[in-house]
């Protein structure tokens, strides 16, 4: 039997197979298609008789090894890599739901799933119902006949709210319901998939693991344990049918993905299979720093609130120690009081940097009521999590000291 390797070894060899001439990282394989010298070699492939890429909008090779290595990372059984994380939350979604069909959602969003649930998917006859995350009871309660789908956040981005998501998944699968679950500001390394009892998992890879800002990408995880043989799912049938276990993967890539055309280019595949590799160090580092500045900030009197999972005395300390093994993730929120005294802090730091997004190696800053929420009412805001004087805070990799230097001279 093959030996098991842990973590930290999969994030570096997991997936990858030997490249041309001993190549030891993975090869760029830029090119749009891959001929064949037979038409009865290209019909096989096409009709699924023999594995084989024919083109990068449905696969590549490239794209193929980072989707290797992300499904052994989640303890998945397939992955699909596309464009964006967005991307990704589209695919996986169109997948499963229909016109008529509902969809049940944590509140707690990333502007960008919020919007697309609030309004694009609407558009389309689809409906999403907001619930509180944290409330598994109020999430039973409103399931009815038309709910297709769960939807979660591991920690809600920018509310910093942390659902117990194998209660959810209980909930989800005794109405014989997914549950999909965005990890992207957890990563496998806080918790995989499979310790989540998530049916399909969602990345944002441009964030933590790529790690480094240099490109934007997505990826949806099977967990292949869910049952699509349901009266719930008719257009899963064939799919079950030929496919089994990988019945959902099957039907997002043969049909959304191929049909969307949201495929990640070679060269990000190849920055997000390099930058994966040093995964666990950097998340450490991620949590420790955050700790360590979210005490600093809960100590300093012009902050008049902090929000971190790993405060003890955060409402979502238990949950988030459960489940994340005392690991709480590298963001922050805090508030001075005001607008004006959050963008005065904003524009005293010297090493953050202003900008939206999350995951760098650097720390980030961002004032979301006035950016990325900015198209939205006070009453979703407040739903979000979003508050006037909330600064969020992607702390990054950088010592510790100097971070926290950095908002002490910011703050006075
Ligand atoms: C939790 C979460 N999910 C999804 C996304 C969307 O990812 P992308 O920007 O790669 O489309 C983001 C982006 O910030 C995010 O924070």
């Known amino acids: 039997m093959a030996k098991k390797f842990r ?65 052994i990372l989640e303890g998945g059984v397939a992955a699909i890599a596309t464009s964006s994380g967005m991307a990704a939350i589209t695919t996986a979604v169109m997948a499963i739901v229909r016109a008529g069909d509902e969809i049940l959602s944590s509140s707690s969003l990333f502007g960008g799933t919020f919007s697309l649930f609030r309004d694009t998917l609407s558009n389309f006859g689809i409906t999403v119902r907001f619930v509180d995350p944290t409330d598994p009871a109020g999430f039973k309660n409103a399931i009815n006949q038309r709910t297709r789908l769960l939807f979660v956040e591991t920690i809600g981005n920018p509310k910093l709210d942390v659902p117990d998501i194998p ?136 902050v008049r609130w902090v929000k971190y999972p790993g405060l003890e005395d955060s409402p979502d300390h238990e949950v988030a120690t459960r489940l994340y093994g005392g690991r709480y993730g590298g963001l922050i929120t805090f508030g001075t009081g005001d607008k004006a005294s959050a963008f005065k802090v904003i524009n005293n730091l010297r090493l953050a940097k202003n900008l939206a997004n999350i995951g760098d190696a650097k720390t980030l800053v961002i004032h979301p009521a006035s950016t990325i929420c900015c198209d939205y009412t006070l009453d979703e805001k407040s739903l979000m999590g979003v508050t006037e004087d909330q600064i969020r805070v992607s702390v990054g990799i950088e010592d510790s000291e100097d971070i926290i230097e950095d908002f002490k001279q910011a703050l006075e």
Not at 185 to 212: C, E, F, R, W
Not at 272 to 278: A, P
């Open 167 to 302: 209660a959810l998944a209980r909930i989800a699968h005794e109405a014989g319901l997914p549950i999909m679950v965005d990890a992207t500001v957890t990563t496998p390394y806080l918790a995989a998939g499979a310790q989540l009892s998530a049916d399909i998992m969602i990345h944002s890879t441009s964030k933590y693991l790529n790690g480094t800002g240099n490109s934007i990408g997505g990826v949806i995880i099977d967990q292949g344990i869910f049952n699509w043989n349901s009266p719930l799912f008719p257009h899963f049938q064939p799919f079950h049918k030929k496919y089994r276990s990988f019945a959902f993967s099957a039907r997002a890539r043969k049909l959304i993905h191929k049909d969307l055309g949201a495929c990640p280019a070679p060269m990000n595949s190849f920055l997000m299979t390099e930058g994966i590799q040093t995964l666990a160090l950097r998340m450490e580092r991620h949590c420790s720093n955050a700790l360590a500045l979210a005490r600093f900030l809960g100590g300093h009197s012009k």
């Open 7 to 71: 973590f930290s070894t999969l994030l570096v060899h997991g997936g990858l197979e030997p490249g041309p001439a001993g190549a030891t990282t993975v090869p760029i394989v830029q090119s749009s298609s891959f001929a064949y010298d037979t038409a009865e070699g290209l019909e096989d492939v096409f009709r699924g008789r023999q594995t084989g890429q024919v083109y990068t909008r449905i696969g590549n090779p490239t794209t193929e090894s980072l989707e290797r290595r992300l499904t």
